[in-house]
């Protein structure tokens, strides 16, 4: 069975760029969720999705982050403008159900400088 | 505050046991999990628990939970070199969307 599928594994970016995350999810999963994991730290939980929809984004910088997961399936992770305190992983995960166990793609590191 | 707490660094000789721990605030948890991170890799579940269980074994991982307490260990069994990484304690939330929140991570080194 396939995994969880990010793209890219590394990013460098300057601050006020914007730069897009792309998740391909375990086929069936019907939750999804974006963490940001800075270093030396746990994963922080940005937003989680139920299908298309959103559950849960109470943690999103929504003046600079955006998430959407069209037809339930991929989702995709924008910030615009970054800042340098963005430099982090960002981690797509996706379960069964949102009850289920959440399996970890590999993560997108992004340095902004 | 951290919702789940770890400490933050574990050394253990090869061939020892090592003993994991966590605590956990959210009383309506319905599991708790374990997961591995080794360097540049995401993370790896290795095992979880229901939150009406008090044990779970499995190989050479046994996880303990005491609901009263909120707390919840892992203890690895003959710790090998390959263990070295950062394990992750999380609990899923009782709401209905079942919010998943980690801990710090606790750095095990094992040493020869």
């Known amino acids: 069975e396939a995994g969880v599928a990010q793209s890219p594994r590394y990013k460098i970016i300057e601050k006020r760029q914007s730069v897009a995350f792309w998740c391909n999810p375990i086929s069936g999963h019907a939750t999804l969720y974006w963490y940001q994991q800075i270093l030396g730290q746990g994963p922080k939980l940005l937003i989680q999705?139920?299908?298309?929809?959103?559950?849960?984004d109470s943690q999103l910088p929504k003046d600079r982050f955006s998430a959407e997961r069209l037809k339930g399936v991929d989702s995709t992770l924008k910030i615009q403008p970054a800042k340098l305190e963005d430099s982090a992983v960002y981690l797509c995960?996706?379960?069964?159900?949102?009850?289920?166990?959440?399996?970890f793609g590999q993560g997108t590191r992004l340095t902004v400088v | 505050g951290e919702d789940v707490e770890q400490s933050l660094f574990l050394s253990v000789r090869e061939g020892d046991s090592s003993v994991i721990n966590c605590t956990y605030t959210?009383?309506?948890?319905?599991?708790l999990y374990w997961y591995k991170q080794e360097p540049g890799a995401g993370l790896q579940l290795l095992t979880y628990?229901?939150?009406?269980?008090d044990m779970k074994q499995d190989q050479r991982l046994t996880v303990l939970l005491n609901k009263k307490d909120k707390h919840l260990s892992l203890r690895i069994a003959d710790t090998q070199t390959g263990d070295s990484a950062i394990y992750f304690c999380a609990e899923r939330g009782g709401d209905s969307w079942g919010k998943l929140q980690f801990g710090a991570g606790t750095q095990v080194v094992v040493t020869p």
């Open positions: 959210d009383s309506s948890s319905t599991y």
């Open positions: 999705f139920q299908n298309n929809g959103v559950v849960d």
């Open positions: 628990i229901f939150s009406n269980m």
């Open positions: 995960a996706s379960s069964l159900a949102a009850t289920g166990e959440a399996f």
